[in-house]
């Protein structure tokens, strides 16, 4: 059984994350309807950065920049940061996110979707140090406008 998580975090932590019903597949139609559940999350979660309009959404999928994303984007005022798709680096998702869900999870068998679903958001208790990391690397990667420092140690 597989099964498809969405999610959406700064380095405090998750935001918003749901778990894609089986059989959907994830279209600019139900995307859109994703990006309306987020931002009620940051409206509840982060009321700092939704009153004074500065949370900006990083999203290097091609599939995502539909004009009908882009569209719903520009109505509601949601800057996206620019970033080309496949940027190791600074792919937070690539870099943590998914590759620990998946060792954690590997090898287990689960009969059911709430099996899946109830295991894995036990994962995300234990991610903010994995965030940490991953904002340290951005930032590095930042300072050394982009040069190469993978091995490196962070500070």
Known sequence: MKVMLVVFFD????????????????????????????REAVRRKRPQLWMNQSWVLHDNS?????FLV??????????VVPQPPYSLDLAPVDFFLFPKLKSTLKGHRFDTFDEIQKNSMELFIILKEAFQSWHKCWE????SEGNYFEGDKLE
């Open 140 to 143: 590095r990667c930042v300072a």
């Open 70 to 79: 882009r569209n719903f984007l520009a109505k509601n005022e949601t800057t």
């Open 62 to 66: 091609p599939a995502h920049s539909s």
């Open 11 to 38: 380095w405090h932590g998750v935001i918003h994350y749901e778990f894609v019903p089986h059989g959907q597949t994830v279209n600019k139609k139900f995307y859109v309807a994703v990006l309306k559940r987020l």
